[in-house]
């Protein structure tokens, strides 16, 4: 399976120091160009040390940066039509389509947006889960990493955060 990243997970578990959860992921792992310029290049011009994280994961080969072609794909066409998607948004569920990729992204436009047209998506918890699930963390860990992105930013309703904190402890069982 491959994995075409947008920016809220990466950010978010940047700035976690939880991007070891993407190792825990089959390869290819990737970014588009577009979201790796909103991301790390504008992010290391300012200062984001979340940014240099991401910039390091790449080095590292954990991630790779691709090109996206949006002009030949129907698929961005349409989704470039939709007013609550992002260019970034437009360009990670092209990539995933034309990769046959699990688009993961946060954000509930974008998810529905992938849901018409048939492209599966992943959120960050998900990553998180199943990181804990496959032994790659321990639950305290996973838990951890829940709370640190909660406390930098990451939005997660409460009942959503109540779940997964739920799951997470069963999978500790």
Known sequence: MS???????????????????????????????????????????????????????????LIDVVAVDTDGSAVATR?????????????????????DAVAVMDESASRSAAEVEDIETRGTAYLVLAAVRDGALSTAAGRDTVDAMVDRGWYVAPDVYTRIVEKLESLAE
């Open 3 to 61: 994995w075409a990243f947008d920016a809220t997970p990466l950010i978010y578990l940047a700035k976690a120091e939880g991007l070891g959860v993407v190792e825990a992921l089959d390869e290819p792992r990737v970014i588009p160009e577009a979201v790796y310029h909103e991301v790390v290049t504008a992010g290391v011009e300012q200062g984001y040390d979340d940014a240099r994280r991401i910039e390091r994961a790449v080095e590292n080969g």
């Open 79 to 99: 989704l470039a039509r939709h007013p609550g998607l992002s260019d970034a948004d437009v360009t990670v569920l092209a990539c995933a389509d034309a990769r």
